[in-house]
Structure formats: C-alpha cells, structure tokens
C-alpha cells in the first residue's frame, strides 16, 4: 500500500530505475537506485547479461554503481543536465568461461580475478523534468552516459603504455533514468 500524500517513503524502496546498453556491466543492465544527499550522489545496483553468442557463455552480471554530481546547470523549466559526474563501480560476472572447472589451473594461474571487475567511472546526464507527484517525488526522466574503465583494463595500460591507447581500456555505457 503507498503511503498517503506527503509521508515520507521508507528508506529502502527505490527512488529511481536505470535500464543501461554497454558500459562493462552487461550488454544490457537494468535496476533500481537510490538518490541522497541533496540529489548530488546516486547509487544504482543492477543486473545485466551478455548472450552466449557474444561471449562464448550466457553471463549474468551484477553490479553496483556509485556516482557523485557536484551541481545542475537549469536549461530552463524543464529541463537541466548534469555535466560532471565522477565515481565508481563494482562488478560479478556469474558464468565465465571454465567459471566452475576447479583443478583447470594452478592456484597462481591467474593473478586477478576473473570474475570480478571494479573501476573508476565518469559521465554526465540530461535531464527532462516532470512535474512532481502529489507527495512531492521527482518524476525526472534522463538520458546519461558513463565512460569508465576497470582494475584490469588500468593495470594492463599502466604497465604497457606503449602498446595499449586509452581508448583501448575505456568502456562507453549509455542509459535512461526515471525517477518515481
């Protein structure tokens, strides 16, 4: 049951869906955040998938997003962008390749994990802004894009500078967010 007119919402429902193309967590991810801290800092927790057919196994990701924007530029009434946003990421891939083969490989095989990805993040948003619920809720709607990269992807440029280019190691993710 919704709460009436102008009582707050319990702190752990939702305040925004994502639905997000690319960008390291999925070909396609969606999922649910929370906005705080005088709409400056959002927090997004989503599934993603790759098929098999583009990864030689089907992988089901899951991942947690953190991004941190420092103001909003108002276009006008209805609509504002969000140029600068910076933060992180965190990601599991369930269903790799030779995931669950245990004695494939020697312990030291591997020195990184293959199934685990986390990195640094930046982007922007533009924003259409609708009139508010009754309760006073945002009803926004966005378009955003992310340009990140991840703790492999870093390591490999940075001891390979001459044979990797940073477009090489940054992955591009675009996404709608809707607020409610």
């Given at each position: 049951?919704?709460?009436?007119?102008?009582?707050?919402?319990?702190?752990?429902?939702?305040?925004?869906?994502?639905?997000?193309?690319?960008?390291?967590?999925?070909?396609?991810?969606?999922?649910?955040?929370?906005?705080?801290?005088?709409?400056?800092?959002?927090?997004?927790?989503?599934?993603?998938?790759?098929?098999?057919?583009?990864?030689?196994?089907?992988?089901?990701?899951?991942?947690?997003?953190?991004?941190?924007?420092?103001?909003?530029?108002?276009?006008?009434?209805?609509?504002?962008?969000?140029?600068?946003?910076?933060?992180?990421?965190?990601?599991?891939?369930?269903?790799?390749?030779?995931?669950?083969?245990?004695?494939?490989?020697?312990?030291?095989?591997?020195?990184?994990?293959?199934?685990?990805?986390?990195?640094?993040?930046?982007?922007?948003?533009?924003?259409?802004?609708?009139?508010?619920?009754?309760?006073?809720?945002?009803?926004?709607?966005?378009?955003?894009?992310?340009?990140?990269?991840?703790?492999?992807?870093?390591?490999?440029?940075?001891?390979?500078?001459?044979?990797?280019?940073?477009?090489?190691i940054l992955v591009l993710?675009?996404?709608?967010?809707?607020?409610?």
């Amino acid at each position: 049951m919704a709460p009436a007119s102008g009582e707050p919402q319990p702190w752990y429902r939702p305040r925004h869906l994502v639905l997000q193309v690319a960008g390291g967590i999925g070909m396609v991810s969606a999922g649910a955040g929370y906005t705080y801290f005088n709409n400056k800092v959002d927090t997004d927790i989503l599934l993603g998938y790759v098929p098999k057919r583009f990864a030689g196994s089907t992988l089901t990701l899951a991942s947690a997003k953190l991004l941190y924007s420092p103001f909003t530029v108002r276009l006008s009434d209805k609509w504002q962008i969000k140029p600068v946003s910076v933060g992180a990421y965190f990601s599991y891939t369930h269903g790799t390749l030779n995931d669950e083969e245990r004695g494939q490989y020697t312990r030291d095989y591997y020195w990184f994990s293959s199934d685990t990805r986390y990195g640094p993040l930046a982007g922007g948003r533009v924003t259409y802004v609708r009139p508010a619920k009754a309760n006073g809720r945002p009803r926004n709607l966005s378009l955003y894009y992310d340009l990140s990269s991840n703790d492999l992807y870093l390591h490999s440029y940075l001891t390979n500078t001459k044979g990797l280019t940073l477009g090489q190691i940054l992955v591009l993710g675009i996404g709608v967010k809707a607020d409610f």
